[in-house]
């Protein structure tokens, strides 16, 4: 679960056909759900839970607050995870027959996707809007809010000069601009996210599509990872390679 009002979001790795695939499947059975593509080269790199399998499926759902159990949440997780053994016992007996029905739903082969956006900081899996901490104080707590208007708006568009924090003097601080503008963000005010050894800050979307048939994001810079620079100089033709 998360803290935040990502709803239901499943997450999968870029590459993996049969994960992607399952997540086309779910949203097509879902119309609320939404994918989110890991883009990093192998399960090696990705520290997380679903990494330990050969196919990792995750399935995020908010808001839920910490050590609390929602009867709804926990109805829409069943939900998406009965799915996603439907798929799997239909690939089992005709992996074909599957596919065709996924590429007619989607008139083809492109699906509609979020990607994180690229990290900026060393150590970070993916790029985040950061606040500032008190390090010698409390490292694990923001000096500043999350501004009330893209409070529970995950994936909503903000653009430069929206505000997005507020300090505890009422100051309002906007958003400058650093990963382009408009940008989307996700796991807003996201409590695992107060930890600095999770990352502070909130996640940075970006909008994207991916293959039905390999997995792999529709953009081929933006699948191998390419620079902030090499995505700024082709966002001014490219919508998908605009680095949030």
Not at 12 to 36: K, N, P
Request: aromatic content about 8%; charged content about 20%.
């Amino acid at each position: 679960t998360t803290t935040t009002n990502m709803g239901v979001t499943v997450i999968v790795a870029q590459g993996d056909t049969v994960m992607t695939q399952a997540a086309a499947y779910v949203m097509q059975h879902f119309d609320d759900v939404r994918c989110l593509m890991h883009t990093h080269p192998n399960r090696s790199v990705r520290p997380n839970l679903s990494s330990t399998g050969r196919h990792g499926f995750t399935i995020e759902v908010g808001p839920v607050p910490q050590g609390v159990i929602r009867h709804d949440m926990v109805e829409k997780t069943e939900g998406v995870l009965y799915c996603l053994l439907s798929y799997l016992e239909q690939r089992n007996r005709d992996a074909d027959s599957v596919l065709q029905q996924l590429k007619r739903h989607y008139g083809g082969i492109v699906v509609p996707c979020f990607r994180s956006a690229a990290a900026q900081r060393e150590g970070e899996m993916s790029g985040k809007i950061v606040w500032p901490t008190d390090d010698d104080d409390n490292p694990n707590f923001p000096q500043w809010m999350i501004h009330k208007n893209i409070q529970d708006r995950d994936f909503a568009h903000v653009h430069t000069g929206d505000p997005i924090f507020i300090d505890m003097e009422g100051n309002v601080i906007t958003y400058n601009g650093s990963h382009g503008s408009p940008v989307q963000l996700m796991f807003i005010n996201e409590g695992g996210y107060y930890y600095k050894s999770s990352g502070t800050g909130i996640g940075v979307a970006v909008q994207a599509e991916y293959d039905l048939v390999t997995g792999m994001l529709m953009d081929a810079a933006s699948a191998h990872g390419a620079t902030m620079g090499d995505l700024a100089t082709a966002g001014a033709t490219a919508r998908s390679m605009r680095e949030l």
